[in-house]
């Protein structure tokens, strides 16, 4: 390994050596476990004598810094954290023992086989020019497989010149923003959070949008110069937007100049019929249609895309292009070669079936006393309940962790609204889902 220190040229070669080394291991820049160089290799960097090398790692090793075994060469030994935490303070960051909470898949399914064949394939046809920098609007690899796929599977008219592959949706959100000069966006209420704050970051303003049993309201908008919904699975009702209102909505676009933009994070998933097709479908030319690979594969890869109007794909590239240049390659190049192949249909298709009999699970375990919501589709479901803080503060003694609506309204606290807690069916390992449903199930049952 190279090792880079930097003796105190005032000290004796020796001295310099140890307090470098030192000082290098409290710091934390030398992890525990990290092997140092050989003598004579660390000797011939440092010109000095290899005798002056073995002194100081032998006395490091004395003092407890460094160990020294035959055939394993010297390392840095593990000494306790002056940072650590003190015990109660490191009860209250435990993990929970069952996490119910939404947002995320079951990343245990992640098709590692297939995507390291998809990877390998990708790599070996791949020209030379795909490890320079690229094209702020992604691979056309990409873009043509996912103009193909979208198309199909989710009803979508995506040309691969209309489409910007991004870093996941919350940066499609983000160049949006920016490309609108902030503006006003509505936003469903109840919503997420995070959503509203990276708009706000970005210089828009934020509006609330009311959701009931149709999905959002569109007598809400007033004079918004863009709305954010999630028309397939609204998050976190679950509901889905009625078709009166999805065409309320693209006339309100229409009619104003305003731009929709759709959240499609979870459309693939839908238990009782087809996939409900993407609202992009009914007007392409006023909505900015997001889709990721989060839910469907996993959240690591950060790969995501925006289906554009075409007179936004120029303004956004560019947006995109001084943000981070373009979305990493390799990736692009394996997604591709996943959808091409049809490896991704086939994952998501086994993935609708094992989130349908957890969704089923959940529904046997909660029974017909509890009014569950949202059930038809995603990965999540919203349970009412009549007291939300006391569920929850019963399900945190049961080390039980989950969400609950009163996060997501634009004003907290509002008496009168609807409580329940946000339940995410994704997240959990196959083998531990039962166990956090009984916890589940215990939680509600003593409310």
Do not use: N
Request: proline share 6%; with cysteine; aromatic share 6%.
């Amino acid at each position: 390994m190279d090792l880079h220190v930097e003796p105190d040229v005032g000290e004796g070669r020796r001295d310099a050596l140890e307090r470098a080394l030192r000082d290098a291991v409290r710091d934390g820049r030398l992890a525990p476990g990290a092997r140092l160089p050989a003598t004579r290799r660390l000797a011939v960097e440092l010109g000095v004598s290899r005798g002056t090398v073995k002194a100081a790692y032998d006395q490091l090793v004395a003092e407890g810094y460094l160990t020294a075994r035959q055939g394993s060469g010297t390392r840095v030994a593990s000494l306790p954290s002056v940072d650590a935490a003190p015990p109660e303070a490191a009860a209250r960051a435990r993990v929970p023992r069952f996490d119910l909470r939404p947002g995320s898949p079951d990343v245990g399914t992640f098709p590692a086989a297939a995507w390291l064949r998809a990877l390998r394939r990708a790599i070996a046809t791949a020209p030379s020019r795909a490890y320079d920098y690229g094209d702020p609007r992604g691979r056309i690899e990409l873009r043509t497989a996912l103009s193909g796929y979208l198309g199909r599977a989710r009803g979508v008219i995506a040309p691969p010149e209309r489409i910007v592959v991004t870093s996941g949706y919350v940066q499609g959100l983000s160049l949006l923003t920016r490309v609108l000069e902030g503006g006003t966006f509505a936003m469903e209420d109840p919503g997420l959070p995070f959503h509203r704050e990276v708009v706000r970051r970005g210089g828009g303003r934020v509006v609330p949008v009311r959701v009931d049993e149709r999905g959002a309201l569109v007598e809400d908008l007033g004079d918004a110069s863009a709305v954010v919904v999630t028309p397939a699975h609204q998050y976190p009702t679950g509901v889905t937007l009625h078709p009166e209102r999805r065409r309320a909505l693209t006339d309100w676009a229409r009619a104003r100049g305003g731009l929709i933009v759709e959240d499609d994070y979870d459309g693939e998933f839908r238990y009782d019929r087809q996939p409900v097709g993407a609202l992009q479908g009914m007007a392409p030319g006023q909505v900015a249609y997001l889709g990721t690979a989060s839910k469907t594969l996993g959240p690591a890869l950060r790969l995501g895309w925006m289906v554009l109007p075409p007179d936004l794909v120029d303004a956004v590239a560019d947006a995109k292009l001084h943000s981070d240049h373009h979305t990493e390659s390799i990736g692009q190049l394996a997604l591709a070669e996943l959808i091409e192949s049809h490896a991704y249909d086939r994952h998501v298709r086994a993935c609708r079936l094992r989130y349908r009999r957890r969704r089923d699970q959940l529904l046997d375990r909660l029974g017909a006393r509890l009014r569950v919501r949202g059930i038809a589709a995603g990965l999540h479901a919203l349970v009412e309940v009549d007291d939300e803080a006391e569920a929850l503060a019963r399900a945190e003694a049961e080390g039980l962790a989950v969400g609950h609506l009163g996060e997501h309204w634009h004003t907290p606290g509002v008496e009168g609204r609807a409580q329940g807690l946000v339940v995410g069916y994704g997240t959990p390992r196959e083998r531990v889902y039962p166990q956090a449903l009984d916890v589940l199930g215990k939680v509600l049952d003593r409310g």
